[in-house]
């Protein structure tokens, strides 16, 4: 196994500023790119998608609980599988409480094309309680380009959609697939997708903020069972 050189204490605090200038020009690239992701135009979704959750069926509109913002796990599940994919798996085990979002006037789900009476088991095996639903004789992953045909079958990928709710309507925003997860699943890395992302004062274009009465700033964070919801 190859380990990092050893050096001393004086040395390894010199290479580590070094490091630190490139991690600053990092955060702020990231920050002109995620300024730039919400600047993308919205397309306005028309299709009336019928999903099957632990209430029932569930429009889109529905898995926004009231709020104004709705991230979409794609989780992979085909309709004859027995259980989840593993890395997907691991990618759900990973996301934090839900008020953090919740508090950000943003909701997230989990959908897979497998039936719910399948998801229903594993998702119990697992222990989660984030929403999941099922997408099951619906055209929502392959219209969200999840589900992918090739050579004549029926191929996952995961993925993460972005929707916004303005009253009734419901607009997608974005969408990131495979490689573009790496990294993801923090409360701050998920909110950067979005239209509203952090909803903070310094974040471009000025505006979202405060336009939708959402909290900002990291002073404006609780305890997660602190939040009024």
């Known amino acids: 196994m190859s380990l990092p050189e050893i050096v001393s204490r004086a040395q390894w605090r010199a290479r580590r500023e070094e490091l630190l200038l490139k991690e600053k020009v990092v955060t702020r690239a990231r920050d002109v790119l995620n300024a730039e992701r919400r600047r993308l135009p919205m397309v306005e979704v028309d299709e009336e998608y019928v999903f099957e959750g632990g209430d029932g069926k569930a429009t889109l509109l529905d898995l926004f609980e009231g709020r104004d913002q ?11 599988w027995e259980a989840g994919c593993r890395s997907c798996s691991a990618f759900l085990d990973q996301i934090g409480h839900l008020a953090h979002l919740h508090a950000r006037n943003t909701s997230f789900a989990a959908v897979s094309r497998a039936p719910y009476t399948r998801i229903l088991p594993f998702k119990a095996r697992m222990g989660w309680t984030v929403p999941w639903y099922s997408s099951y004789e619906s055209d929502f992953n392959q219209d969200f380009e999840v589900t992918l045909e090739q050579e004549g079958e029926l ?6 959609s972005c929707f916004l709710r303005d009253l009734d309507r419901v607009f997608h925003t974005y969408s990131a697939f495979e490689r573009g997860l790496d990294g993801l699943g923090s409360t ?3 909110l950067d997708l979005t239209a509203l992302g952090r909803q903070e004062e310094w974040e471009e274009p000025k505006g979202r903020a405060s336009a939708f009465g959402a909290p900002a700033g990291s002073e404006r964070i609780r305890y997660h069972d602190e939040y009024d919801d």
Do not use: K, N
Not at 155 to 160: H, T
């Open 70 to 80: 709705l991230v979409v796990y794609h989780f992979m599940f085909a309709p004859d």
């Open 155 to 160: 191929v996952e990928r995961p993925g993460i």
């Open 188 to 190: 701050t890395s998920l």
